[in-house]
């Protein structure tokens, strides 16, 4: 069965940096997307951006652009998404999950995440 | 960006009610929208795809409509799990963009 496990949660200062590791099983990695969302405590779920783990393409956000950086290792089934310059806003929790690499195709769109990491931000 | 908004942002209901809540996109989005159900501290889950493609387990008195830029899901006959909050996503257009909630509360 697909399964995708985050890494654990993490408390960074401001200014900091963290890198949120997703482990994926079940399926091929390198023919799908992987996707990161994030939920700020009491907020609406937020886009990210994402990575075609085949060939390593990616595409942020633009409100994350230079900050975000998501990269995979086929060979450890795994993506990672590092945002740097971390500030009290960025508390939140972050989720891995997988898509299709084309948005096209609805079926895989989000049918399976990670369990979540939990980022906090304190001096 | 494509700016959802869903109405109501929160609304009570008793079970056996039943619930409606709505979808809009700032711009059409053909058919590229999914429904999640959310629980507190829990992981979305997905109930609808592809505005009105049940996810396989999602009980059928779930279901959605609409294309364009107005949604809709509904719940036929709500029940004491259904009590949640919940998202719309578009897959239209990048960047993603989820609606604001909708959390549903027991009346």
């Known amino acids: 069965q697909v399964q995708l496990v985050q890494s654990g949660a993490e408390v960074k200062k401001p200014g900091a940096s963290v890198k949120v590791s997703c482990k994926a099983s079940g399926y091929t990695f390198s023919t799908y997307a992987m996707h990161w969302v994030r939920q700020a405590p009491g907020q609406r779920l937020e886009w990210m951006g994402w990575?075609?783990?085949?060939?390593?393409?990616?595409q942020y956000s633009q409100k994350f652009q230079g900050r975000v950086t998501i990269t995979r290792d086929t060979s450890a089934n795994t993506a990672h998404m590092e945002l740097s310059s971390l500030r009290s806003e960025d508390a939140a929790v972050y989720y891995c999950?997988?898509?299709?690499?084309?948005?096209?195709?609805?079926?895989?769109?989000?049918?399976?995440w990670g369990q979540g990491t939990l980022v906090t931000v304190s001096s | 960006d494509i700016q959802m908004t869903q109405s109501p942002s929160a609304m009570s209901a008793s079970v056996g009610d039943r619930v409606t809540i709505t979808c809009r996109a700032s711009?059409?989005?053909?058919?590229?929208l999914v429904w999640f159900q959310q629980k507190p501290g829990k992981v979305p889950k997905r109930l609808i795809y592809a505005a009105f493609i049940l996810q396989s387990g999602v009980p059928s008195r779930f279901s959605g409509s609409g294309s364009g830029t107005e949604f809709t899901l509904t719940i036929s006959s709500l029940q004491p799990e259904d009590f949640a909050t919940y998202y719309c996503l578009q897959h239209n257009n990048y960047p993603w963009t989820f609606g604001q909630g909708t959390k549903v509360e027991i009346k």
């Open positions: 711009q059409g989005i053909s058919n590229y």
């Open positions: 999950a997988r898509a299709s690499n084309s948005q096209w195709l609805a079926r895989d769109i989000f049918d399976y």
């Open positions: 990575i075609n783990a085949g060939n390593g393409n990616t």
